[in-house]
């Protein structure tokens, strides 16, 4: 089956600093990919997503990249703020709309 | 690492038939519960939030009498969808927290339950 494998966390950067948050995925034919993040006390929000090879996604400042040959979809931000400390989920979506998840990445941004 | 457990995964029913979906926490006490719903094409959408003992906090848009949210005990939350229709079809899919420790607590998810109403 489908799965993916994100960088543990917690990540932990102060205001202004470059964000990477790694996933890579396993799935069968052309998944959508999706990023969504928990803010504390909250439900998941879609971040961003990309539904085909090279397509990037851009929400908030966040940017990932569908890269089909890496089978990656790593979330970057050029200087993240401490509005942006959450837990954040990387998941492919497949031909049937049946959601993946990733373990998560706690990010923490210190002032 | 802790796991939840939702099932069933596939479920097909006649239009006004009810189906129950349960979400259960294999391993840890979940002090709360999350409910989404994708459509086709589209992204996760929140349905509501169940804390054990407590009536389920909907989103606004969603129906309280035709999804029942039963948060029965630490392990074990229900999702019913009472008298089904085709526009429930769906992919339903639960997700338990930890919330322990506090700004650490961590989030599962179950595999889903895709819904198709005949």
């Known amino acids: 089956g489908d799965s993916v494998t994100q960088m543990e966390g917690p990540v932990t950067l102060s205001e202004e600093a470059f964000l990477t948050i790694n996933c890579t995925y396993t799935a069968t034919g052309y998944p959508s990919l999706f990023w969504y993040v928990q803010y504390p006390g909250e439900g998941l929000q879609l971040l961003l997503k990309a539904t085909k090879a090279d397509d990037k996604g851009s929400n908030k400042g966040f940017e990932a990249t569908y890269r089909k040959e890496t089978t990656s979809f790593h979330l970057e931000k050029g200087s993240v703020q401490v509005s942006d400390s959450a837990v954040y989920f990387c998941a492919p979506s497949n031909a049937g709309n049946m959601l993946t998840f990733g373990g998560g990445t706690r990010l923490m941004v210190k002032p | 690492g802790a796991v939840v457990s939702q099932h069933p995964s596939r479920v097909i029913c006649k239009s006004g038939t009810s189906v129950k979906i349960e979400c259960r926490s294999l391993?840890?006490?979940?002090?709360?519960m999350f409910w989404y719903r994708q459509f086709p094409k589209k992204s996760l959408m929140l349905m509501a939030t169940s804390n054990e003992g407590s009536k389920a906090t909907y989103e606004q848009g969603v129906e309280k009498d035709k999804f029942l949210i039963n948060h029965a005990s630490l392990t074990l939350s229900t999702l019913t969808v009472t008298s089904a229709h085709p526009e429930d079809s769906s992919f339903y899919i639960c997700s338990a927290s930890t919330g322990a420790p506090a700004g650490n607590e961590k989030l599962f998810f179950g595999s889903g339950t895709q819904l198709s109403v005949l």
């Open positions: 391993d840890f006490q979940a002090t709360t």
